[in-house]
């Protein structure tokens, strides 16, 4: 069974700033790793995923995350937030087992970002 | 570039009603997958088709279900609806299950809300 946990619901900051989201995964097998963004009344967005290799992820937009197999996070950064990055921000893993367990998501309960100008 | 079509965007039914939400994946994709999120939750797996088979299953209720057509189009059918069933259903597809770096896409959801 996997589960993943945001660590915090609400991240607020101003513009300019940088940010950290926080995400720790808890799983008997090995996992992948993504993060998702959801803009109101809208779908999830992909905004990078970590599958193996090197452990620091770039993704769109600026972000990237760093994939900490010891302390089993997977926090995702950006040096500058902008307005437009305000949205929620949810952390998910699959199993690494083969078939279609790859897209079979287990998500975080989200971070709301809200970036003030 | 054509994304996950869902149909319809908006659903109102009443208790008890049935309902069928649809989903076009991307051409060439051949796995679907649904979720389900309740309002302020995160979404939640419920099931998954991979070349029109059942691949795997959530926490979907047994009054629902879902199948994936020749053309890879899926469609969940929901019935007895009950108030807690009000959520965005997701669709996303992805190519060949477990194929690294395959993205796996959503659609925008569909908006079911049950009076």
């Known amino acids: 069974a996997q589960s993943v946990t945001q660590l915090d619901s609400q991240v607020p900051v101003f513009e300019e700033a940088p940010v950290e989201l926080r995400c720790n995964y808890s799983?008997?097998?090995?996992?992948?790793l993504f993060w998702y963004v959801q803009y109101p009344n809208q779908g999830l967005q992909l905004l990078l995923k970590?599958?193996?290799?090197?452990?620091l992820v770039k993704g769109i937009n600026g972000f990237e995350a760093e994939f900490n197999k010891s302390q089993t996070s997977f926090h995702l950064r950006k040096p500058s937030v902008h307005i437009s990055d305000t949205a929620e921000y949810f952390c998910?893993?699959?199993?690494?087992?083969?078939?279609?367990?790859?897209?079979?998501?287990?998500f975080g309960q989200g971070t709301i970002l809200t970036v003030h100008p | 570039a054509a994304g996950v079509i869902q149909s319809p965007r908006h659903l109102i039914k009443e208790k008890r009603e049935t309902a069928t939400l649809k989903c076009y994946p991307i051409?060439?994709?051949?796995?679907v997958y649904w979720y389900q999120q309740g309002p302020g939750q995160d979404p939640q797996f419920l099931i998954s088709?991979?070349?029109?088979?059942?691949?795997d299953k959530g926490s979907i209720p047994d009054r629902f279900s879902a199948q994936q057509f020749s053309d890879y189009h899926s469609e969940l059918n929901m019935s007895s609806l009950e108030l807690g069933d009000s959520a965005l259903y997701f669709c996303?597809?992805?190519?060949?299950?477990?194929?690294?770096?395959?993205?796996?896409?959503f659609g925008e959801g569909s908006w079911l809300t049950v009076v």
């Open positions: 051409p060439r994709h051949d796995t």
């Open positions: 996303a597809s992805s190519l060949l299950p477990g194929g690294l770096g395959n993205t796996i896409y």
């Open positions: 088709f991979y070349e029109k088979m059942q691949s």
């Open positions: 970590y599958l193996s290799g090197s452990t």
């Open positions: 998910a893993s699959s199993a690494n087992a083969g078939g279609t367990s790859y897209g079979k998501l287990t």
């Open positions: 799983s008997s097998v090995s996992v992948y």
